[in-house]
């Protein structure tokens, strides 16, 4: 079990290399927190080589230990990052440990592009989707008020420009 408190991250260095193995097995890391507090939740931090932060919120077990189910998309890129947990309450920051230092191992993702991720075109759409479901629910709530029929118009236009790409590469074009 790793040990966190504010002084320490007790992360045994053969232990420092982490990532999302193999098919339907989600890596579970078990954190025993030194310091515990009732009303708060656990947060862990990581920030990539490239700069990019990741937040994930730990889920809480009994007897002061907290775990990270490590899935794919936790991980943006491989290579060397640190980490830190923070205890976070209502009013603010409670304590957060020391940053330490781990490699992070990311699966191969055909969506990848020299390191880069590229959404699949189904992202791409359920992005679209609920950008312009804000973007109708959002004008109601303001002086401009958009119709029914303007509002399935720029639907249509905008998904169009998704489905037609996703159309083709199902018929094998």
Avoid at 8 to 34: A, K, M, S, W
Avoid at 50 to 78: E, H
Avoid at 117 to 133: G, R
Wanted: hydrophobic share 35%; with cysteine; net charge negative.
């Amino acid at each position: 079990m790793i040990y966190v408190d504010r002084k320490t991250f007790g992360l045994p260095f053969e232990q420092r290399v982490l990532g999302h193995y193999g098919d339907n097995c989600i890596n579970t890391l078990e954190f025993e927190i030194g310091e515990n507090y009732p009303n708060c939740d656990y947060i862990m931090y990581i920030e990539f080589s490239n700069g990019t932060v990741n937040s994930i919120m730990l889920t809480k077990s009994a007897n002061q230990t907290v775990s990270w189910r490590i899935s794919a998309s936790d991980i943006f890129c491989s290579g060397l990052a640190y980490i830190q947990m923070k205890a976070i309450a209502k009013n603010g920051e409670i304590w957060h440990s020391p940053k330490i230092i781990v490699e992070l191992l990311r699966s191969i993702d055909e969506n990848t592009v020299n390191g880069e991720y590229i959404p699949t075109l189904f992202q791409q759409l359920d992005e679209k989707i609920n950008l312009l479901k804000n973007l109708i629910v959002g004008t109601s709530d303001s002086n401009d008020y958009i119709t029914r029929p303007q509002a399935q118009a720029l639907i249509t236009e905008n998904i169009d420009e998704l489905l037609l790409p996703l159309c083709r590469r199902l018929d094998g074009e």
